[in-house]
């Protein structure tokens, strides 16, 4: 174990992201027309559908799976690791603080139906192997869910995840700084793209272009303005550079170019001279994991999104070997 990996395993300071989170921009940022989202990864592919039209879209559900996530990484109480369950109310109430949310009358009730509609999207996980043998995988986010929408406290909220969802949330995670969560947390799109460059920007070994057909594949879909697009995502970098400086992109005309960074956990501008610790040349392998990626490597491969009947190019990275959070190999549901 690194002397990072260990500084993470002790820590209770950071926010984690599910891998999956880093690696696909899988919720919407607004509520969708369409009856489900579709993105593909070369031989992959993830669908999301809402239970009757209920999506679980904007900063509320994003803001949960990192809080929920950060809860597992840093062995909660309120963490039931054996039902893969997860109790709300007294960390509910944080959560709810964190970003904001009065935690009673409508703005209470609001957070608690959109992680209803989270607990109740489905998600399919299609692969094809190289001899063309197809897997499916079919789930809920969530088996069960518990919501207390009223003042007593006799009656617990709670979330008992899927085993499969399980498995991508107990996957290797991602270290994200809180300051910058904070900093990021009323944008959806924000917080989609400073997780992508969380893993991204500590992954490369050199200089890498993602094009901007493949960013807005990634991060919109097929058919949404260009120019439209590349501004919200430059305004959006932007936003990101002023809560992490370390980090090291270019906009040009062909793409967003991204270069090995510091780790934004790491950074000067959300920590005092004390807080930040040595980076070490093995961080990637402390934070990639297998979860919607597929094997070894840092090579951007082009892909597909769909939204309804759309299809578009979008990049997918790939990983080193699935990797735990403390550097140990990881044995969680990998569908791809």
């Known amino acids: 174990m690194t002397n990072y990996s260990k500084a993470l395993e002790k820590s209770d300071g950071y926010q984690y992201s599910p891998s999956v989170m880093s690696k696909l921009s899988f919720l919407p940022h607004s509520k969708p027309d369409s009856t489900y989202l579709k993105k593909t990864n070369g031989n992959s592919s993830i669908t999301i559908s809402a239970s009757e039209g209920k999506w679980a ?8 799976l990192l809080h929920v996530r950060s809860l597992i990484k840093n062995g909660d109480a309120c963490v039931d690791v054996e039902h893969h369950t997860v109790y709300l109310d007294k960390t509910y109430h944080s959560f709810c603080e964190s970003i904001g949310i009065n935690y009673t009358g409508a703005d ?7 992680v209803k509609n989270l607990a109740t999207t489905s998600i399919v996980l299609e692969n094809w192997s190289s001899d063309k043998f197809k897997t499916i995988h079919s789930f809920f986010v969530a088996n069960y869910v518990g919501l207390n929408y009223g003042t007593s406290n006799k009656s617990q909220s709670y ?17 994200l700084n809180s300051t910058i969560i904070k900093q990021l947390k009323n944008d959806a799109l924000a917080l989609d793209v400073y997780q992508w460059l969380a893993f991204r920007a500590n992954s490369v070994r050199r200089e890498t272009c993602v094009s901007w057909d493949a960013l807005r594949a990634q991060f919109k879909y097929d058919g949404y303005p260009m120019r439209k697009f590349k501004y919200k995502f ?13 980090l090291k992109i270019k ?5 967003v ?21 040595p980076v070490v040349d093995d961080y990637s392998v402390a934070t990639h994991s297998s979860i919607a990626s ?10 597909t999104v769909e ?5 578009k190019s979008e990049p997918h990275v790939k990983a080193s070997p699935r990797q735990d959070g403390d550097g140990r190999k990881g044995e969680g549901f990998n569908p791809f």
Do not use: H
Not at 307 to 311: D, L, P, W
């Open 307 to 311: 939204t309804g009947s759309n299809t």
């Open 57 to 64: 879209y904007g900063t509320i559900p994003r803001m949960f």
């Open 234 to 246: 430059k305004t959006v970098l932007e936003k990101i550079q002023r809560a992490w400086p370390e």
């Open 251 to 255: 906009t040009t005309d062909a793409g």
């Open 294 to 303: 597929i094997a070894s490597g840092n090579d951007v491969v082009e892909g």
């Open 159 to 175: 979330i008992k995840f899927s085993p499969e969802m399980w498995a991508l949330l107990t996957e290797n995670c991602v270290p």
């Open 257 to 277: 170019t991204v270069c090995p960074s510091i780790p934004s956990i790491y950074s000067v501008e959300n920590n005092t001279v004390e807080d930040v610790k």
């Open 108 to 114: 209470r009730e609001r957070a608690l139906t959109m």
